[in-house]
């Protein structure tokens, strides 16, 4: 049989870090290893107990969740740990900076436990995690406190279709979404994605929203 997704739940209300570990416990394919109520733990624990992935808050106290992300998922990390940041929507503005530290995606706090748990295997797996309307309004509320960077851009070597996609990518579209906004095939929209990634060298849909937002190419 297969090993279960070992897990890390990182949160600093009790009751929620809880609910999260009971949910996840009940499924034969995922498995708790452990659980703390801060960034610092987080960080000292995953490094300990090697979790598949770790489930992180972001605000908490001694080190919040996006250092502890940085520390387990950012870049020049010689072993990442994969990172599903849950959040409260109206509080958290700081998500995208999360995801910029290297974060497979987010969740809202409220989500039903399906989708907690949907969100646990995708990210697990190395996909990025992405609920379009979450992006939308998450993502694009902040867009404005978000500068371009400066220089000459990667994208210059996509083509226009690509950067039509790219920019659907980031308003948080599906690749079903996609598909039919381009009235194309959902196995063309793949492909566009997978040149996408490849050719300006990021690791999920997740680095391509932040990209997208970086580079100015969606406001």
């Known amino acids: 049989m297969t090993a279960p997704i070992r897990v890390l739940v990182c ?4 009751l ?10 009940a499924q034969p394919d995922l498995e708790v290893v452990g ?10 624990l995953a490094r300990r107990l090697s979790p598949d992935i770790v489930v992180m808050d972001v605000r908490m106290p001694v080190l919040d969740g996006i250092e502890a992300t940085r520390l387990l998922a950012g870049a020049g990390v010689e072993h990442p740990v994969k990172v599903l940041v849950v959040t409260t929507f109206n509080l958290d503005e700081y998500v995208y ?4 530290a290297g974060a497979g995606g987010f969740l809202l706090k409220d989500a039903p436990p399906a989708q907690l748990l949907h969100g646990i295997r995708t990210v697990a797996t ?7 309307e979450v992006t939308r309004q998450l993502v694009g509320r902040y867009a404005s406190r978000i500068r371009p960077t400066e220089g000459t851009s990667d994208d210059s070597a996509l083509t226009p279709r690509e950067l039509e ?3 659907l990518i980031a308003d948080g579209q599906s690749n079903s979404e996609i598909a039919a906004t381009l ?6 929209v793949k492909t566009y994605v997978s040149r996408i990634l490849t050719k300006l060298g990021l690791r999920d849909r997740v680095q391509a929203v932040v990209y997208a937002y970086r580079r100015g190419l969606v406001t």
């Open 16 to 25: 929620i870090r809880t609910g999260f570990a009971t949910i996840i416990d």
């Open 165 to 167: 996609v790219l920019r």
């Open 97 to 100: 900076e999360a995801l910029r």
């Open 126 to 132: 190395g996909a990025a995690l992405l609920a379009p």
């Open 183 to 188: 009235v194309i095939s959902h196995e063309t």
């Open 11 to 14: 949160d600093d209300q009790a």
């Open 35 to 44: 659980e703390c109520g801060d960034g610092r733990a987080a960080v000292d």
